[in-house]
Nanobody, 127 residues
Framework: QVQLVESGGGLVQAGGSLRLSCAAS????????MGWFRQAPGKEREFVAA????????YYADSVKGRTTISRDNAKNTVPLQMNNLKPEDTAIYYC????????????????????WGQGTQVTVSS
């Protein structure tokens, strides 16, 4: 199993940046594919970004592509999410998630395939 804790959320003006981080416990972090999802009030939880176990495959939602960078540090058990040029529509609770299988392409975007979740961190972007 793996426990996940997000941090780095906050209030930022449109056009600003935030760097979220997900800290994972456990000795087998490198065996998990990791994802970031977000949920705005009244909306379903949606995919933001995912990264494979080695970091060699990365996927982004179209809505954040070009503004967001996911990475991972398997030595430190962390998954940062750098978000730039933030927009009011990026306002949501951001969740870190982990899955123990290997995914490819569209399958990495499916929230139901992620077995482990953090508690989330709030991101609010003011206009």
């Amino acid at each position: 199993q793996v426990q996940l804790v997000e941090s780095g959320g906050g209030l930022v003006q449109a056009g600003g940046s935030l760097r979220l981080s997900c800290a994972a416990s456990g000795r087998t972090f490198s065996t998990y594919a990791m994802g970031w999802f977000r949920q705005a009030p009244g909306k379903e939880r949606e995919f933001v970004a995912a990264i494979s176990q080695s970091g060699g495959r990365i996927y982004y939602a179209d809505s954040v592509k070009g503004r967001t960078t996911i990475s991972r540090d398997n030595a430190k058990n962390t998954v940062p999410l750098q978000m730039n040029n933030l927009k009011p529509e990026d306002t949501a609770i951001y969740y870190c998630a982990a899955r123990s299988d290997y995914c490819l392409g569209y399958a990495c975007r499916l929230r139901n395939e992620y077995a482990y979740w953090g508690q989330g961190t709030q991101v609010t972007v003011s206009s």
